[in-house]
């Protein structure tokens, strides 16, 4: 059953540090979602892509978070300089199209870490 | 405006039944269901569309009632399996192509032998 890849797992970094988050979604799915999820909080919606344009991102610190697909596949999302209320999971979620009856498949997640 | 979900919390003995609510102030155009075990990522349950559709897990059930701006998912005869949280995602609104979906906060369902 073909799933959605992040990587890495779980990241450590001091505030101020430069970090950045990989995720390759479902073969064939156009649309690409970016999620920060604060522990014992739903999913947050930061970025969404279609194909490789920005849908929306009026969710997403623009004066740190950076988010990118350049060829309408994998995406990375950056957070440079890191503070300490950034550490959550960062899950990134793929579906077929964006439509109300379109489900959205999630990857494991990134947990990040801000000492 | 996120969804409200209730009850916050909620402890079964295998075999009970349970009914998880997700609410919105604004009006509803579809709900999606998912459950969250501790450490993963979350995972489809249902779709539910304003006008009566449906989709979704064949033992899973879920009701949507645009009067009440609500949808409702039904657990029947819990497996331990359930345990996990349970979120709901409204997509507000009368629809259009930049599909966004706004989550609640969970429901933690405890399902013990």
């Known amino acids: 059953e073909a799933e959605v890849a992040q990587s890495p797992r779980y990241k450590i970094t001091e505030k101020s540090q430069a970090v950045a988050f990989w995720c390759d979604p479902i073969s064939g799915h156009a649309t690409l979602y970016w999620y920060r999820q604060i522990l014992g909080q739903g999913p947050e919606l930061l970025v969404q892509f279609q194909d490789e344009s920005v849908v929306d991102d009026s969710q997403l610190p623009k004066d740190r978070f950076s988010a990118e697909r350049l060829k309408g596949v994998d995406s990375t999302l950056k957070i440079q300089p890191a503070e300490l209320g950034d550490s959550a999971m960062y899950l990134c979620?793929?579906?077929?199209?964006?439509?109300?009856?379109?489900?959205?498949?999630f990857g494991p997640g990134t947990r990040l870490t801000v000492l | 405006q996120q969804p409200v979900q209730s009850p916050q919390a909620v402890i079964l003995r295998e075999g009970e039944d349970a009914v998880i609510n997700c609410s919105s102030s604004?009006?509803?155009?579809?709900v999606h269901w998912y459950r969250q075990k501790h450490g993963e990522a979350p995972v489809f349950l249902m779709i539910l569309l304003k006008g009566g559709e449906q989709k979704g897990h064949e033992k899973i059930s879920a009701s949507f009632n645009e009067k009440k701006q609500q949808s409702s998912l039904y657990l029947t005869a819990s497996q331990l399996s359930y345990s996990g949280t349970y979120f709901c995602?409204?997509?507000?609104?009368?629809?259009?192509?930049?599909?966004?979906?706004?989550f609640g906060k969970g429901t933690l369902l405890t399902v013990n032998p």
């Open positions: 604004k009006a509803l155009y579809s």
């Open positions: 995602g409204a997509h507000l609104g009368s629809g259009g192509s930049n599909y966004k979906l706004t």
């Open positions: 979620a793929s579906s077929r199209i964006a439509g109300a009856y379109n489900e959205q498949f």
